[in-house]
């Protein structure tokens, strides 16, 4: 028996209208799709850790470091408030932290220096919650002592420092001083430094420094000259609920004024 004739029907093309409007009803389906998916932050408040030591360590998978301890103990005061806190174990870059705060992909993070800038991205707890000291680290031959921003400019040294770090910030402003602030990690920065090429200082906080460069292995030293003391602050999301935000906050100003906030951070500091 001989078979019937098959006929290929030709797809018809769309025109650039039906294109457009395909195009907008795809965004539309996502959108309803983004919106039946359940919110991580209407269930639990995420503090972001960064890769920053001391501040933030992870030991035996344990959450640690000045600002871990303290995250630590917001977490236990806020569970006892029926509050869930999610803590997001992974160390991440200063840049990257702060478009997650800003943009409410987490709620929180410990650590922040204020500037006017910042202060439009975000909310700033009422207190802050521990200070730090600007210094800086050179190579362990280094003869130089700089006692001044002045001194730095004076020398045309380049100054290296971290990007996206209010210390950077700070520095870039300093007349005269020259600086370099496109180091992505503290790693990479102490590498640099103690090849003794190109970057001759490199700009940081006290906390940071005094604790990274004696386990570095590297031949560097931190210089003793304080540049700047500044108050670190936890910023807050603005997507953040408002509720959880209040209460975060007056958790923090009640660990301040009693005491507890400095007997976390404090043998971080010494």
Known sequence: MPFGRITFTKHPTLSHGSKRLLSIRLLVITWLTMLSLPVLSDTALKFVMQDSAPKYLIKDGRVRGLCGDVYMALKSRLNAKGINVVI???????????????????????????????????????????????????????????????????SKALVGALLGTSSATFLKQQ??????????????????????????????HDLGLNYLVPNSGLPLKVLPTKFRSTPQWVIYSKQTRKDWRTILDEEISLMVNSGEMSAITQPYLQ
């Open 88 to 154: 997001t174990k992974e160390l991440l870059p200063i840049k990257r932290i702060l478009m997650m705060v800003e943009s409410g992909i987490s709620d929180a993070y410990c650590g922040a220096g204020r500037n006017p800038k910042r202060e439009e991205r975000f909310i700033y707890s009422t207190l802050p919650v521990y200070s730090v000291s600007n210094v800086v680290a050179a190579h362990e031959k280094e003869l130089f002592i700089p006692q001044s921003f002045n001194d730095l400019s004076e």
């Open 175 to 204: 007349r005269g001083v020259v600086v370099d602030d496109q180091f992505h990690t503290l790693d990479n920065a102490l590498e640099v430094l103690a090849k003794n090429q190109f970057v001759r200082f490199f700009y940081y």
